[in-house]
């Protein structure tokens, strides 16, 4: 967070406050403090032989970069769930959290109009028998993109996070 789009205190209007190690809000003021705490969110590496499927965002941030299909873990909801839910939303895939196979976390930066979210995200990997998958949230991606792991290019990718997670864990 970052005085660019929070002015004042939430609670008492006072200019007068200060952001401690970039995430802790502390109103000078009325004393009012808030936490800026990271959000979960997930991803998951589609593998069907020696490719990996890339979603190519239709929205903002990063449209038109590479990306893995997944999300924001919803409140009630562990990462598995929100992970089998993302899928279903986005390519019409149904299974259930036996399928996923964990992978790692990552931190990430995630700027959503002018707002810096900072976010934990948990890769899953999951291996698929066909590589014949539909886009069924078009309003998110645009196309869907088999790459195989040695035609990689990492600076086709948007988020930091996927970035490292492929090339530590893919590109060997």
Not at 48 to 61: G, M, Q, W, Y
Request: glycine residues 2%.
């Amino acid at each position: 967070m970052s005085k660019s789009f929070i002015n004042y205190c939430p609670n008492c209007k006072s200019e007068d406050f200060s952001f401690e190690n970039d995430f802790k809000f502390h109103c000078n003021s009325c004393d009012f403090v808030l936490y800026h705490n990271i959000a979960a969110a997930v991803a998951v590496i589609i593998k069907h032989d020696d490719k990996i499927l890339f979603t190519v965002r239709n929205v903002e941030p990063d449209k038109g970069k590479w990306d893995l299909p997944g999300g924001f873990i919803d409140p009630n909801e562990n990462a598995e769930e929100a992970a089998c839910r993302e899928l279903n939303e986005e390519l019409g895939i149904d299974l259930s959290p036996k399928d996923l196979k964990y992978i790692t976390t990552s931190p990430n930066n995630y700027l959503y109009r002018n707002v810096p979210y900072r976010t934990m995200d948990i890769f899953y990997e999951f291996e698929i028998n066909s590589n014949q998958i539909k886009i069924t949230a078009e309003d998110e991606i645009n196309e869907l993109i088999w790459v195989k792991k040695e035609q990689i290019q990492l600076d086709k990718i948007g988020f930091v996070s996927i970035r490292k997670v492929i090339e530590s864990n893919y590109m060997k």
